[in-house]
């Protein structure tokens, strides 16, 4: 059975975590899978977005601690250092979170520790009603080492960073959308729905001015902020003008119609 299942089907890639029993924890064969579905994802012409999500009652429980703990507490200087280019979650979190198509997570349960990283690294995240997050982490004698502090201090602020980080206390999905952490919370039964239609909105776009415009979002992040002006009227005003025209000309014909 694959720790991790990938599919396509009009233009959305669909990646499940596949290791239900363990809660989806990220292990070494599950990050090698969900690397090379990334590098695919992000090559292949034929899809425009994928949705993650977990199999089973979580979402991802982060990194599996029966593997992870001797493997980094044996770790020499160089093997850290080499770390550094490669993440969990198949390198989203770290290494391949430079893919200019969207990346939908389909939060169906917990996603705590490693698995609330990656749900971080996610660019839209749709929440089940039953979904719990937290930087558990701290309960163990570690804290967030893969994104997960970068990604939460901007898109959540310092006092959630800090609240959160150094608690390691659980939330749940109602606060989670609060505090900005999600960007929709529904009913367990409707999360693929719901993730499938932001899939279908996105795919309905124009697919060059969707990858700029991610790419411009995550380069505008810590710039001063004549940089950040400049770099966004540069991308911007750099688009693919026949695909502009055809589409302001279908526009205008409906328009008159």
């Known amino acids: 059975m694959s720790v991790a299942l990938y599919e396509k089907r009009e233009r959305i890639a669909y990646v499940t975590l596949n290791r239900p029993d363990a809660m989806n924890a990220l292990d070494d064969a599950m990050n090698d899978a969900l ?27 982060g990194a599996d601690l029966k593997t992870f703990i001797p493997k980094w507490e044996r770790a020499t200087l160089k093997e850290a250092r080499a770390s550094a280019t490669r993440g969990i979650g198949g390198g989203l979190t770290r290494g391949q979170h430079r893919i200019t198509k969207p990346v939908i997570a389909a939060i169906n349960g917990a996603a705590i520790g490693g698995g609330f990283e990656l749900a971080l690294a996610c ?44 608690t390691g206390r659980e939330v749940l999905a109602e606060e989670a959308f ?80």
Request: glycine share 8%.
């Open 35 to 61: 690397w090379a579905i990334w590098a695919d994802f992000e090559a292949d012409p034929e899809v425009d977005v994928a949705i993650v999500t977990g199999n089973g009652r979580a979402f991802c429980a």
């Open 123 to 166: 660019d839209i995240r749709i929440a089940s009603s039953t979904a719990r997050f937290g930087v558990f982490e701290v309960r163990q004698g570690l804290h967030q080492g893969d994104g997960g502090l970068v990604r939460l201090l901007t898109i959540a602020g310092m006092a959630v960073a800090l609240d959160l980080t150094l």
């Open 178 to 257: 609060r505090l900005g952490l999600v960007n929709r919370v529904v009913p367990a039964a409707e999360v693929m729905e719901t993730a499938e239609s932001y899939a279908r909105m996105i795919v309905g776009n124009s697919q060059h001015a969707v990858r700029s415009a991610k790419e411009t979002i995550l380069e505008l992040i810590g710039r001063p902020l004549d940089d950040a002006l400049r770099m966004e009227n540069f991308n911007a005003y750099s688009a693919d003008f026949d695909e502009v025209r055809a589409r302001l000309e279908r526009f205008f014909n409906r328009a008159r119609q």
